[in-house]
């Protein structure tokens, strides 16, 4: 018990003097990020919020008011657009992070050759610019020059109007989506399974495990922090969903594919109506924010 | 006379040092065939203004109008010099930013006014100011494929109603096997057969003071029933822009209805079918009825943060308020004259060997008396949303009829505009 010396009390300083002895160059270095940060972040954020209650189609003096958000609690577009889009949530993030861990778990198979290469080639679609991406979609699915119909009638089966049809119109979307992200979400997976040491399953093995016992029981838990940092990113991405919509099926047919997203697009750039574009953005936002609380509760617990 | 002779070449002198006093580059953004034709209006207006040097820009017509709007928002930020814009998306830039453009009557546009139609400017002017400068219109026929029509044993010239066509689709389908329709449609993409439609029948998403919402009066429900007709008859299939050219293209479709600018867009998408196509009036919903129509039709504005005004004047003035102008753009891609002394120039009665010899542009002009008016107003996008939808849901059968769908559509574009649905 030699060592057990009290602490000396921190010295005081003094109050006044403090700032002047704060070392100020690390506030200086920061100092332009801050202007930014302030200039393009947080002031738009707040105007785009006092904007949610102007009529912007009636100009800047137009009067504070509720209309906007009014007009958003009856507007069926927006219903529709909220709708299509958790269509897409439910349907689309669980196929591709099924995918995308069933992908990672092969691409860190010892047994694979190459892998390198395969890791290259599942991540690729991301590298690929999403205006190219979407017009090869388009010609993909075209009624009747596409070669997705080419082949269906190849093999007798009837081909199908994939643009011009509600249900085939989201289907491309999901299609879409899946195969631009899935190599994306297994390359963060593959880090995550990288993560899990070697010891566990060989200590699994020694007790006879089998390889799926061994999947669902030790590399799924284990994963789960990854899964969830997939899940939150997928789930928040989804809402903004814009660009497979827009440039694939252009919204269409009808309001079938219109996402949160392009309805804002729609409102805000095509009606130019920024007033009530904020407030549905500030809806988007509000969402996501739910969203990411709600997984984090479920899944988030430490075991 | 001496005198007179001295005072003339005097008088010519400064008008070409005034020519030539013009120099520097102007910017035009523009679309497709459009852009195209004010491509080949360049030659004349160099030959006037040697000093000028003019970029045409091609950036798709969505791109023009959602670059412009982004322009004009902040504060006149990267416009070029002549800013291309559609008559029924007008008043949308006049009403959000009316700083945004030149008042063209302070470069002289009022001494041209009554060279154009009147109902042509009614879109491009707000309160005194006069922000464009007529340029085209879309009068509406029906372009078809003489070879398909002789072949299914169809005669263009007994085609006077929609019940009509729809008998000589069943003629065609039969021929074909169904692999041949009548015409392609935009149901889902766009409401474009809705509009020509119901401008035919005299009604529009609004009235002509852009106070209220007339979607649901009778014209509407005709025209919306009328597409209807043609979708049970199964004599149309479906396509958004690109779809309907590849179908020209492919031969897949005998006939197709657009405003006249299409002209260009047929013979330059498919060279190889020349002869092969001819031009009728679009059909009337009954017998003797109205058989004009306008889709479309645009207008040329210079930006206030333009550097060059004056260049960019002079450049509108050649392209638009001059015959020659006018018929180049004619000649080059189809563009349908808005000037009325463009539309009496002989070029209007040649015949025109794609299109089998006939002299479309005669009949195609020939209908801009009869068009009824129609306004766009600053909620056309707003509409045309809601349009777009109700009108695949009723083809789809989400409603009993065309008069239930257009209210609902009423309903909805008010709720959209805050204007009030017309008794």
């Given at each position: 018990m030699t060592t057990s010396q009290p602490l000396s009390p921190a010295p005081r300083r003094a109050r006044t003097g403090r700032w002047a002895r704060t070392p100020k160059a690390p506030y200086l270095f920061i100092l332009p990020y801050l202007l930014i940060f302030l200039t393009f972040w947080a002031w738009p954020i707040v105007s785009s919020f006092l904007m949610s209650f102007k009529d912007s189609r009636l100009g800047a003096d137009a009067p504070y008011a509720l209309s906007n958000w009014s007009r958003l609690t009856q507007d069926e577009f927006f219903r529709t657009a909220l709708r299509n889009t958790l269509v897409i949530l439910v349907i689309q993030v669980p196929l591709m992070l099924s995918l995308a861990t069933v992908l990672a778990v092969a691409l860190n198979s010892k047994l694979l050759r190459a892998a390198g290469w395969f890791r290259f080639a599942f991540f690729a679609p991301l590298v690929v610019g999403t205006v190219a991406y979407s017009a090869v979609f388009r010609l993909l699915f075209n009624t009747d020059f596409g070669v997705v119909n080419r082949a269906l009638t190849g093999i007798g089966l009837p081909a199908v109007d994939w643009l011009n049809q509600s249900g085939p119109a989201m289907s491309v979307i999901i299609l879409a989506m899946t195969w631009r992200w899935t190599g994306y979400n297994a390359i963060i997976l593959l880090a995550g399974l990288q993560g899990i040491s070697e010891d566990v399953y060989e200590a699994a093995s020694i007790d006879g495990a089998t390889p799926t016992q061994q999947f669902w029981k030790i590399t799924l838990p284990l994963l789960r922090p990854t899964l969830l940092f997939c899940m939150v990113l997928s789930v928040i991405g989804t809402l903004q969903l814009f660009t497979e919509p827009a440039l694939i099926t252009n919204s269409g047919p009808g309001n079938a594919t219109m996402t949160l997203g392009t309805y804002l697009y729609q409102q805000g750039f095509r009606s130019f109506n920024f007033g009530y574009a904020s407030a549905i953005a500030y809806t988007v936002a509000a969402i996501a924010a739910v969203f990411s609380i709600i997984q984090l509760r479920l899944f988030g617990r430490e075991t | 006379m001496k005198k007179v002779m001295l005072s003339l070449s005097a008088l010519l002198l400064a008008g070409s040092a005034a020519a030539q006093d013009l120099s520097g580059t102007i910017t035009v953004w523009s679309w497709d065939a459009a852009a195209k034709a004010l491509e080949s209006t360049i030659p004349s207006f160099n030959k006037k203004y040697p000093n000028v040097t003019v970029k045409v820009e091609d950036l798709g017509n969505q791109n023009v109008y959602d670059r412009g709007l982004a322009g004009c928002a902040a504060g006149g930020q990267d416009m070029p010099d002549v800013y291309s814009i559609e008559n029924n998306e007008a008043e949308v830039f006049w009403s959000r930013f009316p700083n945004c453009f030149v008042d063209l009557n302070t470069k002289g546009a009022d001494k041209l006014v009554k060279n154009f139609p009147a109902f042509k400017w009614t879109e491009l002017t707000a309160g005194n100011k006069r922000f464009a400068m007529p340029w085209d219109s879309g009068p509406v026929v029906m372009f078809y494929r003489r070879d398909l029509y002789q072949q299914a044993g169809v005669n263009p010239a007994n085609i006077k109603t929609w019940d009509d066509f729809i008998a000589a689709g069943k003629k065609v389908n039969a021929k074909f096997n169904n692999n041949v329709k009548m015409a392609t449609v935009a149901n889902g993409q766009d409401d474009e057969w809705f509009r020509m439609l119901a401008n035919q029948n005299?009604?529009?998403?609004?009235d002509n003071a852009a106070k209220a919402v007339t979607i649901n009066q009778p014209g509407c429900v005709t025209a919306l029933n009328t597409i209807k007709k043609l979708y049970d008859a199964q004599v149309v299939t479906t396509g958004d822009w690109g779809g309907q050219i590849t179908n020209v293209k492919a031969g897949k479709t005998a006939s197709a209805m657009f405003g006249a600018w299409y002209e260009g867009t047929i013979r330059t998408n498919a060279p190889?079918?020349?002869?092969?196509w001819g031009v009728y009036l679009m059909p009337a919903s009954k017998a003797g009825g109205v058989r004009a129509s306008n889709l479309g039709g645009s207008a040329l504005a210079i930006p206030s943060s333009s550097k060059n005004q004056a260049a960019a004047y002079a450049f509108i003035e050649n392209a638009l308020a001059t015959a020659g102008g006018q018929v180049t753009m004619l000649k080059s891609q189809g563009l349908v004259p808005s000037l009325l002394s463009a539309t009496k120039d002989p070029y209007v009665k040649t015949a025109q060997p794609y299109w089998g010899n006939q002299a479309v542009w005669q009949t195609i002009l020939g209908t801009l008396g009869d068009v009824p008016q129609a306004r766009g107003t600053q909620y056309f996008q707003d509409a045309r949303q809601v349009m777009i939808v109700v009108q695949a849901d009723y083809i789809k059968g989400r409603y009993k009829t065309a008069k239930e769908a257009l209210d609902d559509a009423a309903k909805k574009i008010s709720s959209a505009t805050g204007l009030p649905v017309a008794k």
């Open positions: - | 005299g009604c529009f998403y609004f190889d079918q020349k002869g092969k």
